[in-house]
């Protein structure tokens, strides 16, 4: 019988923000079997590892919210190698390497151009790696569009019992496979359990686009700044998600350091950056409107407040939060409340910190179905072709658009005269494109808005 070793496995992480690469690196580790065996003849042991380590490759890529070197900091994620690419160039890169699991971080539109994409790419290869996607966070908007364009992977990654419930039923209710539906938790929850600081601390976690209207996020800035001025025993935190001229998952264009340049800052508020892991460390008091950041707050037992001051609205995602027991206004949090959570909501949403198996099991058992189904694919030899659901046959008018996005033909080839089509980019051509990439994110962000307010006039 041929000598059965275990070795490490090669996993590749697409991602096209920060959030997303945080995302997408944290679960390659949490969901890549502790062992993967490997059958060979060979009793050679050269670049095979007995451990669970993983060797972690990351691409980036290239858009309007490409990482900085910055923000990747931040995020504290450390891979073997990380570099950006465009689409059909990371394509290239799957057809001239071998991985054991490829996780797409990437919107709804970028997962399924990425699936047609290798689906081409990997034409007639007797193996592929499996391909796993999701999402970063919380789902409370575009549920079916979002969940059809990431249909076609291997796994389909849900955060929660909820949404597994959800995705399951979307899938089975268009006729679409539903069996790559797979129940996980968030990757990124974890620290210490909450015990009282001194001084109490308050945070808010602001969001790049909810609300979105200059009235709505000059409003919540005056009542943070209020809040400080009523308790001056408390420190008060504005935790920013990215600096002027950088962009995450969404567009920012009215950032709350710029509103708070009107204002004169007491003394206990201040502006914070930095991994927000860390920020929760020194928080006695969560507070949103509908950022990921109070799933991860709830986590540790965080007194945690979802805003309803603009509102319980679809537009605003706290409607995700209804019967969590954390929907609370700022005249509330002045008077001094504080939530309490809803333990079987909370279980719901996969984030219940040692919770019983009866309220949703345990936060470290939460990726052992996903390891068992990637071990058990990776075992099988020879895997299908990829299969979304749209196709040219099931979505002649809507999928051509999504591919052209990306420089893909319908059939998921790469269009005459893509981006680096046929050759890596040379020194000249990356340092062109990182100018063209600062100056749209500077149109973006600072021009844009500008023509938009003179359009309203």
């Known amino acids: 019988m041929p000598a059965s070793t275990a070795r490490r496995l090669r996993v590749a992480v697409l991602a096209d923000s920060d959030t997303r690469w945080k995302w997408g690196a944290l679960t390659a580790a949490r969901i890549s079997p502790t062992e993967f065996p490997e059958t060979t003849e060979s009793t050679e042991t050269s670049d095979k590892t007995a451990d669970s380590d993983i ?34 160039e990371f394509l290239r890169e799957m057809t001239q390497e071998t991985y054991d699991v490829l996780v797409l971080a990437l919107v709804g539109g970028g997962v399924q151009a990425m699936l047609h994409g290798l689906a081409h790419a990997w034409q007639g290869r007797p193996q592929r790696p499996v391909v796993v996607t999701g999402y970063v966070g919380v789902v409370y908007e575009k549920l079916a569009d979002g969940l059809l364009l990431r249909h076609g992977a291997d796994l389909v990654l849900a955060n929660s019992r909820q949404d597994a419930e959800r995705f399951r039923a979307l899938y089975e209710g268009v006729g679409a496979d539903a069996s790559s539906v797979t129940e996980v938790a968030l990757p990124f929850l974890g620290g210490a359990p909450y015990e009282k600081k001194d001084p109490y601390t308050v945070v808010f976690a602001a969001q790049p686009s909810v609300p979105e209207t200059r009235k709505d996020r000059a409003y919540l800035l005056d009542r943070l700044v209020q809040h400080a001025r009523r308790h001056p025993e408390r420190e008060v935190l504005l935790k920013l998600r990215s600096k002027p001229g950088e962009h995450t998952t969404h567009i920012e264009e009215l950032p709350y350091q710029k509103l708070a340049q009107r204002h004169d800052l007491p003394a206990n508020f201040r502006l914070v950056y930095g991994n927000m892991g860390e920020v929760l460390d020194h928080t006695d008091l969560l507070v949103t409107v509908s950022s990921t950041a109070a799933l991860e707050s709830l986590h540790r037992r965080i007194p945690t407040v979802v805003l309803t001051d603009l509102g319980v609205r679809e537009a605003l995602g706290n409607h995700h939060f209804v019967g969590s027991g954390c929907l609370a206004s700022w005249d509330q949090l002045d008077a001094g409340h504080e939530p309490t959570p809803d333990a079987e909501w909370v279980a719901r949403q996969g984030v219940a910190a040692g919770g019983t198996p009866s309220q949703g099991g345990s936060y470290a058992t939460a990726f052992d179905e996903a390891r068992a189904r990637i071990g058990a694919l990776l075992t099988t030899g020879e895997l299908p072709p990829l299969k979304p659901y749209y196709t040219p046959v099931t979505a002649p008018g809507y999928l051509p658009g999504v591919l052209a996005r990306h420089h893909l033909a319908p059939d998921g080839s790469p269009l005459p005269g893509a981006p680096a089509a046929d050759k890596a980019p040379g020194p000249v051509r990356q340092i062109v494109r990182r100018a063209a990439r600062g100056a749209y994110r500077h149109g973006v962000q600072r021009v844009a808005p500008v023509i938009r307010r003179m359009g309203e006039l």
Do not use: H, I, K, Y
């Open 55 to 88: 060797r972690l490759d990351g691409f980036l890529l290239r858009g309007r919210a490409t990482p900085t070197a910055r923000q990747l900091r931040e995020v504290g994620v450390r891979a073997d190698s990380l570099r950006e690419v465009t689409a059909v």
